[in-house]
């Protein structure tokens, strides 16, 4: 939560994405110790290896390589922080007298672990999902390569 | 067990700092960043509510969020890339010609 905040006031932009990276594990922590450790397994996986790798690559890409920081500027600084805050109070309103609906009962305890238990429920009822998210993964890739490519293609052309 | 409204107000916050990062920030990646925490935020309240759930929906719902967000910021980035080749700029602000 303190590095989010780093991020918000951090100028130098790779600052920011090391600051996003503790978040992730912060984030992934948070999953491992509130009974979903898979999805805490997956989100240091894709989030720190993937994403951030790409965000890296984003930032040397598409800043010159002459040797100013990197900074990014910042715009309306107050009108937003005013708009933040409002919205903070307003979500966090509703729960300072604790929260209704937490009168959970003891979950049964299955036979399966949770990660065999996701492993069970992704192949029987959450198959056409996985599916269709498998389809768009594909897309989405296939469309980034070919975004991200496309003046090469063009300038090969005219050679 | 931490409860429930400790979750509650964690996300709120990461939401809140998520969205004041898209408003503030001129640096597109920045922007992108605040994109993925506003998400993250949303993953925080899906695995909380659903800790206590047997069939785990909230955890396969977070799994496609996940998924769905990689691709989002692929293509967001490979569209960044793009702009900064054919304008040589990554500042929203400056970005106001759309043939370029």
């Known amino acids: ?159 | 067990m931490v409860p429930i409204e400790h979750y509650i107000i964690f996300s709120t916050i990461l939401l809140v700092i998520g969205l004041v990062i898209i408003l503030i920030k001129r640096n597109v990646i920045m922007i992108l960043a605040g994109v993925e925490l506003i998400l993250n935020a949303a993953n925080i309240n899906l695995i909380a509510f659903s800790q206590n759930d047997p069939n785990l929906s909230g955890q396969m719902m977070t799994l496609f969020v996940i998924v769905v967000a990689v691709a989002e910021s692929a293509v967001a980035l490979a569209i960044v890339y793009q702009i900064f080749r054919h304008q040589g700029l990554s500042d929203l602000d400056q970005l106001n010609e759309l043939k370029g």
């Open chain 1, 1 to 159: 939560m303190f590095s989010a905040l780093g991020i918000l006031f951090a100028k130098n932009v790779v600052h920011a994405v090391f600051l996003l990276v503790m978040v992730f594990l912060g984030i992934a922590g948070v999953f491992i110790i509130s009974n979903a450790e898979f999805v805490g397994v997956t989100q240091i996986m894709i989030y720190i290896g993937g994403v951030l790798i790409l965000m890296m690559f984003g930032i040397m890409l598409t800043h010159r390589i002459d040797g100013k920081r990197l900074e990014s500027e910042n715009r309306r600084v107050v009108i937003a922080s005013l708009l933040g805050l409002g919205l903070l109070v307003v979500l966090l309103y509703p729960i300072k007298d604790g929260f209704p609906l937490f009168n959970f009962t003891e979950s049964t305890e299955s036979n399966f672990t949770v990660t065999e238990q996701i492993g069970i429920h992704l192949m029987t009822t959450e198959l056409i999902a996985l599916e269709v998210t498998a389809v768009l993964l594909l897309m989405a890739l296939i469309g980034a390569a070919y975004i991200a490519g496309l003046n090469l293609k063009k300038k090969h052309g005219t050679d």
